[in-house]
């Protein structure tokens, strides 16, 4: 099925440092999400952005929606030791409240290095 | 507030065995569920969906189903576990909008995991 290529797999960086991930698909969704899962538990909704060319912020989280409706990114500014875990990007199709499920990137592995 | 429950929480079970998970939602009516599963390093596959009570999707063919006896209860069940039935599977639940002609897709919120050992 359709699968959304997010990069990078993993990021090695140093306490303080930025981080960026992105996702990338070759069709269109009309919402994306970012989630970030800890071992043992499920992942917990960190941005939701719902419109082409969104830029939201959560405290130090920044995410935008690409104009094309094809892609998304997430920064990290000033990274501290409880950003680590796994980072997925997810997409959905449909708009106006559908429920059809998200399709998930296979996660960024954000190991932070004291 | 809204809270999403699973248990058990971990499964051991051996192959042929039949298998029963269950996740709860509290705290809002009508909701749509889901479960995924997730493989050992990979993102998260949907199994299956649901908008209301007896209403069911199914994503991918496999060796598992799933029902909704009640409207914020979501059970995945199977009657003959295979050995590639075992991950970690997750159950979220969305609100539904008001209005589905204006509003939009509503965040899926995920509960904590059953993590089910096939021997």
């Known amino acids: 099925g359709q699968q959304l290529n997010q990069s990078p797999q993993s990021m090695f960086i140093q306490e303080g440092e930025d981080v960026s991930m992105n996702c990338t698909s070759s069709?269109?969704?009309?919402?994306w999400l970012w989630y970030k899962q800890e071992p043992g538990e499920g992942p917990v909704l960190l941005i939701a952005?719902?419109?082409?060319?969104e830029l939201t912020s959560n405290g130090r989280l920044t995410a935008q929606f690409g104009i094309t409706r094809k892609d998304s990114f997430l920064n990290i500014s000033a990274s501290i030791p409880s950003d680590v875990g796994i980072y997925f990007c997810?997409?959905?199709?449909?708009?106006?409240?559908?429920?059809?499920?998200?399709?998930f990137g296979k996660g960024t592995h954000l190991i932070i290095q004291p | 507030s809204q809270t999403i429950h699973q248990w058990p929480a971990t499964l051991v079970q051996p192959v042929g065995s039949p298998l029963s998970l269950e996740c709860t939602v509290e705290?809002?009516?009508?909701?749509?569920l889901y479960w995924y599963r997730q493989a050992a390093g990979r993102g998260l596959q949907l199994l299956f969906y649901s908008v209301g009570i007896g209403q069911i999707s199914s994503e991918v063919p496999q060796n598992l189903s799933a029902s909704r006896p009640q409207d914020r209860q979501f059970i995945l069940s199977s009657k003959k576990l295979l050995l590639s039935d075992s991950g970690f599977y997750l159950c979220?639940?969305?609100?539904?909008?008001?209005?589905?002609?204006?509003?939009?897709?509503?965040?899926?919120?995920f509960g904590d995991g059953t993590r089910l050992s096939i021997l």
């Open positions: 952005l719902y419109k082409a060319g």
């Open positions: 997810a997409g959905q199709r449909s708009s106006g409240g559908g429920a059809d499920g998200l399709t």
């Open positions: 705290g809002t009516s009508n909701p749509n």
């Open positions: 979220a639940w969305s609100a539904r909008p008001w209005d589905s002609r204006t509003a939009s897709n509503q965040p899926q919120h």
């Open positions: 069709s269109i969704f009309n919402t």
